[in-house]
């Protein structure tokens, strides 16, 4: 089982970024995809939801309509697109797969917003 995300980077206050995390070693179609972010010194919080089928998102609301996941099951691939960033979006970005008792984490991706 393997989460890799990508897409992170530096960038400056207002602009966005694409994160992707593509998946492998299990059915992803079947699993419920979230990404989580931890900034230093604090826990890792939940940023964003997205049912298996992707009918269904859910936001925290410190990214509400800033942030939208997405997914593509033919391509076993989440996405997070990220605008109107702000210096307190700055943390390591993970993905997180689950379904039951399987709960699979990505290595996790900078993302440093900052002029």
């Known amino acids: 089982v393997q989460l890799v995300e990508s897409g992170g980077g530096l960038v400056q206050p207002g602009g966005s970024l694409r994160l992707s995390c593509v998946a492998s070693?299990?059915?992803?179609?079947?699993?419920?995809m979230k990404w989580y972010r931890q900034a230093p010194g604090k826990e890792r919080e939940s940023v964003a939801r997205?049912?298996?089928?992707?009918?269904?998102?859910s936001y925290a609301d410190s990214v509400k309509g800033r942030f939208t996941i997405s997914r593509d099951n033919a391509q076993d691939t989440v996405f997070l697109q990220m605008n109107s960033l702000k210096p307190e979006d700055t943390a390591v970005y993970y993905c997180?797969?689950?379904?039951?008792?399987?709960?699979?984490w990505g290595q996790g991706t900078q993302v440093t917003v900052s002029s």
């Open positions: 997205i049912s298996s089928r992707g009918h269904s998102t």
């Open positions: 997180n797969a689950r379904r039951g008792s399987d709960d699979y």
């Open positions: 070693g299990f059915t992803f179609s079947n699993y419920e």
